[in-house]
């Protein structure tokens, strides 16, 4: 076996091979990004399951509330709110699913303790993970949010394109540094991540008002407004994508509510990295990143 | 008595290469665990010079793991210090995980819906590696591991021998200074395990330098790969030398490999005759399967001289027993161990502790782990 040495000219010293310049460091973390991002890109590429599953079901929940909300001759607008929270579904199910629960089955794997053990930071996998999530709910959230307007004949009225579309991005920025929070949450928590996704599924869907105007929640829906990204985001989304409908109800217009999105991004991402450095610190301490091996 | 190492005898001041692979002083780790805490090291000193192929033998439950896990920067030491090539394990942890990776036996990491390739490529960017640059050092490891065939097979359809090389493949992506090998052949067949032991020695020689760490409870492949080797019990380095050094401390006895029909009561019972220094059981390793077939129990007598044996012959009758064969044999690591423990390495099954989470959620609680 000749493997020649690697990562250009061998180097004189152990000394010297670990003293890298900021450049590389900075190299190394985007790679890192890149590299993690890469399964979750492959994979939706090649699994297609995920067509029947996030897609059909979504696509069948909210033909439901189309369904009644033409029964009870609700305004046309209503129909496009709900068809906008179906396609919205998708990145909150990929938050939950593959981002907070992630670093858990990361750890059960034994994946944790080689990312650990790498020289990138943690961030970058958190970082990582997101970009190769955002593709994979991407896709779905569109075909959901085309498939159904097509089907229900749902009508768009945008006025301020860019204001939507930079909300539309802000509300997935701040949905996934909650998910990088998350994730170091769960971990550092030790709770079986299982249940804790399923119990961030139904009840965020209901205080978000996926399926409806978040406003009528009253006091609820204000606070979802101020917490929870998908919440803010969707009413935000709602205001610009069907311009003269219903006013909003308790909740603010939608330029207010892009600021706090990016608040909202700002504060996760940093919260991110410090309970990541945190549960580092603790991991090594405790001995969580300890699992079996064999 | 636990050793101290505090002199390896290898490369000299003048080299690039003069810091210490590997410095440890005192190490000490307990866990918290339910209903006591449990000390996996107890007082670890040693030293590894650069380029040395290290050993570390020991039952399951010795603390190897354990040691491995805080020179890796995943564990830190309840008391004591470390330094790798130099660097604290504890204050400078981006520059040790810069020039070490680890591989360890049965691991499953990575993702089963890539393909081997891609598998590595994506392990190769967290080290920073170029992504052209990655591919085509993914393609040589790949040919040098012996993966060519697999090189375009989906990871979760690998057997347990090419996903240890592959794991190896993954471990020397960044062309480590030190590479940290926990049980790399376990599980794997007697044919995988050679080709993976081949590969580890040829990585190594190919650079003067690259330093190996390797834990192991298989006697022969310590003895076959180790320059020196650090016998481990209960979380205390016992002995510390090469294999021909360790091997000298139990040379004064005459030692025995005696196949019998049937022994009532076990090795145990000869044990106690004049003479007998130690009677143990042969491991699965020292035990053919023809052993097996034939239902034969076999002993690894240690007595104190020759003239012994007469003793130990004449009290089989009456347990029973007949010899199968009788044969003198030269000194292993496992009659050091037997020597320096008291027991085989298949006596005691004393659990290395892991922490898993409990029904609460909280990681206190040891488990077997190995």
Partial sequence: ?????????????????????????????????????????????REKSWVAFEIGLPFLS?????????????????????????????????????????????????????????????????????????????????????????????????????????????????????????ASLFLMWGREAWHLTQLMV?????????????????????????????????????????????????????????LILVAMTVVFILLARVMLRSLELRARREGRLTVRWR | MPVTDSSSGLP?????????????????????????????????????????????????????????????????????????????????????????????????????????????????????????????????????????????????????????????ARGLLNDPWILFLDEPTLGLDVSAARSVRELIGAWKAAVPGRTVLLTTHYMAEADELCERIAIVDRGRILAIGSPAELKKRVQRESLFRLELDRLAGGPASLAGLPGVVSAVAATAEGSGAADEARQTVVVNLVLEDDAALGGVVVALDPLGAHIVALAKSEPSLEDVFVELVGRGFDDDHAPEPVLRPDETGHPDVAEAAR
């Fill in chain 2, 12 to 168: 000299g001041a003048a080299s690039p290469l003069a810091v210490p692979a590997i410095q440890a002083r005192g190490i000490r780790r307990v866990y918290a665990a339910k209903p006591e805490p449990v000390t996996a090291l107890d007082g670890i000193d040693l030293e590894v010079a650069p380029g040395e192929f290290f050993g570390l033998l020991g039952p399951n439950g010795a603390g190897k793991t354990t040691l491995i896990k805080i020179l890796t920067t995943l564990l830190l030491p309840s008391a004591g210090q470390a330094r790798v090539f130099g660097f604290d394990i504890e204050t400078e942890t981006k520059k040790i995980r810069r020039i070490m990776n680890m591989v360890a036996g049965g691991e499953q990491s990575g993702y089963g819906i890539l393909e081997v390739r891609e598998q590595l490529w994506m392990f190769s960017q967290f080290y920073g590696i170029g992504v052209r640059d990655g591919w085509q050092r993914v393609d040589e490891l790949i040919e040098a591991v012996g993966l060519g065939d697999q090189r375009k097979q989906r990871v979760s359809t690998l057997s347990t021998g090419q996903r240890q090389k592959m794991n190896f």
């Fill in chain 1, 62 to 182: 909210t033909s439901a509330f189309v369904f009644v909300y033409r029964a009870v001759q609700a305004p046309p607008e209503y129909i496009g709110f709900v068809v906008l929270g179906g396609a919205m579904t998708a990145f909150w199910l990929n938050v939950v699913w593959m981002m907070a629960a992630q670093l858990y089955w990361e750890k059960d794997q034994g994946n944790l303790e080689l990312y650990f053990a790498a020289p990138m930071s943690l961030m970058s996998v958190l970082f990582g993970m997101a970009i190769g999530g955002l593709f994979m709910s991407s896709s779905r959230a569109v075909i959901v949010l085309v498939v159904a307007s097509t089907v229900y004949g749902v009508h768009f009225t945008v006025l301020q394109w860019p204001l939507l579309l930079t909300v539309f991005l802000l509300t997935l920025t701040a949905l996934y540094g909650l998910g990088m929070m998350l």
């Fill in chain 1, 202 to 258: 139904e009840p965020v869907y209901f205080v978000s008002g996926l399926n409806f105007p978040v406003g009528r929640l009253g006091m609820l829906g204000a606070l979802a407004v101020a917490i929870i990204p998908l919440a803010v985001g969707l009413d935000a989304m709602r205001q610009l994508a069907f311009a003269g409908g219903p006013p909003p109800v308790g909740t603010p217009p939608a330029d207010i509510e892009a």
């Fill in chain 1, 1 to 45: 076996m000749s493997l020649r040495p690697f990562l250009g000219e061998p180097s004189a010293s152990p000394a010297e091979a670990a003293d890298w310049s900021r450049r590389r460091v900075i190299g190394n973390n985007l790679r890192s990004v890149l590299g993690r991002a890469y399964p979750r890109i492959r994979g939706s590429l």
